[in-house]
């Protein structure tokens, strides 16, 4: 590996950039980043990471690579609710590795940080004697709380999905083109989010990354309910394709959340207020068995499926 690219020219010509020379960060000179608090603030926090071959290609480029990376991790802070603050991200680099390929990395970083006002703020890089990962930590706050979480659904809520689902599938195994891209750079759906917090509307949520059924089913087995969907009302951006292939594909990255019943006509307001689709496809019920999902297909009758979607 050439000489420029060495840790530190690595760090200080194309991470310390994107720190936004916000205080947290210390000028990426200290060991340790620094985050201040507000007491009525709760820290959320999630952490995803990324493996060469198992993740992503090395061919899909850098800057696709590192976007996908902080939108699916946003995309769990959005479940939560809270508003994205700062990250940490773990850097790898290996003999393939050239400037080109970490340019493209820190712009892409870039593109999404800024979208959703985030700074980098710290981070640790390695050498890699094989494949390449990354990794990255979002530091977000929300009101003390106020955190919609997997386990908070209520027998009766309904439930409500936003977006269109299978639309990754469509363009990563289909290959249709309209749809291509959107495995790479979906939509965290951040705002909706913090508005479903901010307006009392929702006390849990999921995102949608190994499949509607999946995950869905965390909702499910963390509430201790059963879920009942209706085929039909699933937003689907193609009719032809096997909805069961579009529902357990994954990569979605829309948000699943749960609605009392009696503020299901907010939904409809904030839907328009964010320009966002959002569908109820079911309910939740209590049957007191073990949880489980339940689809219907337009004729009422129960569709049966042998498992639920892709599991790590
Ligand atoms: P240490 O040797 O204690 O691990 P480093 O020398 O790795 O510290 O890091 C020096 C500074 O650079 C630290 O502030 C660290 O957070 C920052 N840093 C290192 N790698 C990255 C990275 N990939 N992204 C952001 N900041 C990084
Ligand atoms: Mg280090």
Redesign the pocket.
């Known amino acids: 590996m050439s000489e420029n690219l060495k ?2 020219t ?2 200080d010509k194309y ?1 310390k950039p ?2 936004n020379n916000c205080k947290a ?2 000028g ?6 620094k985050i201040s608090l507000k007491k009525s603030q709760e820290l959320i926090i999630s952490k995803d990471l990324m493996v060469e071959d198992v993740h992503f290609l090395k061919e899909d480029g850098a800057f696709k690579i590192a976007s996908k990376l902080l939108s699916s991790n946003l995309s769990d802070i959005a479940t939560s609710g809270a508003k994205p603050l700062y990250y ?4 790898s680099k290996n003999e393939s590795l050239d400037q080109k390929f970490i340019a493209d990395f820190s712009a892409g970083l870039k593109e999404s940080a800024d979208k959703f006002g985030m700074s ?6 390695v050498k890699s004697s094989g494949k390449l990962f990354f990794s990255l930590t979002i530091f977000a706050v929300i009101a003390k709380n106020k955190a919609m979480l997997r386990k908070n659904a209520k027998k009766g809520d309904s439930i409500f999905i936003s977006g269109t689902i299978g639309d990754a599938y469509l363009g990563r195994v289909l290959r249709d083109k309209n749809f291509l891209d959107r495995h790479f750079f979906p939509t965290p759906r951040i705002e909706l989010g913090q508005e479903l917090v901010k307006r009392n509307l929702s006390k849990c949520a999921i995102d949608v990354s190994d499949g509607l059924l999946s995950d869905l089913k965390h909702i499910c087995d963390a509430s201790q309910l059963t879920a009942e969907i209706y085929a039909d009302k699933i937003p689907v951006s193609s009719k032809t394709v096997d909805l069961l292939d579009l529902i357990s594909a994954g990569d979605d990255y829309e948000l699943i959340f749960t609605v009392k019943k009696s503020n299901e006509e907010k939904i409809s307001k904030l839907a328009k207020d964010l320009n966002i689709k959002i569908s109820k496809i079911g309910n939740l019920i209590d049957d007191k068995k073990k949880p489980d999902i339940i689809v219907f297909d337009s004729n009422n009758k129960k569709i049966t499926f042998s498992n639920y979607g892709f599991q790590h």
């Open positions: 840790e530190f690595i760090i991470f994107l720190t960060a210390q990426l000179s200290d060991d340790v980043a940490m991200l773990g850097f980098l703020i710290g981070g640790d890089t």
